[in-house]
């Protein structure tokens, strides 16, 4: 911000001084012997003050970070139509997945995703970013767990499909990515924010026997 200031007040003052400039008029000036015009240390100077104007602008413009939309909200990307409905914090998946314990925490996303174009769309897989933009890609291993949405996602024109999907991560502020397809080129993307709501210890699931571990 400080930079942008700066550069953004040296444009004012240069422009300030093709002003003064043009002010004097055409009369002719010597410096060491050389004959110089007014007119075109006038076309000299504007030109750079509308170089530093269009790099204050590039500058300020790239500051600018990404829009963060609050669950419940409807979220456009492409075709495509998110809504994230709820996120639920757990040590372990006890919901027809035997004994799958994470390395962290289980973040688990429950949302809606609507075609509202006229083709038939796959919708990708998601990611969950960090303050400091890591990504964190959903598990893909997830046979059984109820609800899940499950790796072949293929929606019809108006078709509209609701489930869970599953992350691995510490506790924390995190951002939800979505995307409206898989193909880079094409791709569009938005940020939902998913707070952190861990359950209080008696909430938790009593751990599973070392046996079950295995």
Same mark, same amino acid.
Do not use: H
């Given at each position: ?10 444009? @004012?003052?240069?422009?300030? $001084?093709?002003?003064?400039? %043009?002010?004097?008029?055409? /009369?002719?000036? &010597? /410096?060491?012997? $050389?004959?110089?015009?007014?007119? /075109?240390?006038?076309?000299?100077? =504007?030109?750079? @003050? +509308?170089?530093? *104007?269009? *790099? +204050? ?7 600018? /970070? ?12 492409? +075709?495509?139509?998110? =809504? ?20 962290? &925490?289980?973040?688990?996303? &429950?949302?809606?995703?609507? !075609?509202?174009?006229?083709?038939? $769309?796959?919708? #990708?897989?998601? !990611? ?24 072949? &996602? ?7 499909? %609701?489930? %869970?999907?599953?992350?691995?991560? @510490? ?15 094409? !791709?569009?993307? +938005? ?18 026997? #070392?046996?079950?571990?295995?």
């Amino acid at each position: 911000m400080k930079d942008t200031r700066k550069t953004e007040l040296l444009a @004012a003052n240069l422009t300030g $001084v093709s002003l003064g400039i %043009q002010w004097r008029g055409e /009369r002719p000036l &010597r /410096r060491e012997g $050389v004959l110089m015009n007014s007119s /075109r240390i006038v076309s000299a100077v =504007t030109g750079i @003050a +509308a170089v530093v *104007f269009l *790099f +204050a602008g590039c500058s300020s413009g790239g500051a600018g /970070r990404e829009t963060v939309r609050p669950m419940g909200d409807a979220v456009p990307v492409g +075709a495509l139509i998110y =809504t994230v409905l709820d996120v639920e914090w757990k040590n372990d998946l006890s919901s027809g997945v035997a004994a799958k314990l994470p390395q962290n &925490r289980f973040a688990i996303v &429950r949302l809606s995703i609507n !075609n509202a174009g006229s083709q038939e $769309v796959s919708v #990708p897989l998601l !990611n969950l970013e960090d303050a400091g933009g890591k990504s964190y890609p959903e598990l893909t291993e997830l046979e059984g767990f109820a609800d899940w949405l499950g790796l072949l &996602r293929v929606l019809n024109p108006g078709e509209s499909q %609701q489930g %869970q999907i599953v992350f691995d991560v @510490a506790p924390g502020e995190y951002r939800l990515r979505v995307s409206s397809s898989g193909d880079p080129e094409k !791709n569009e993307t +938005a940020l939902v924010g998913i707070p952190v709501s861990i359950p209080r210890a008696s909430e938790l699931p009593a751990p599973a026997p #070392p046996a079950a571990r295995q």
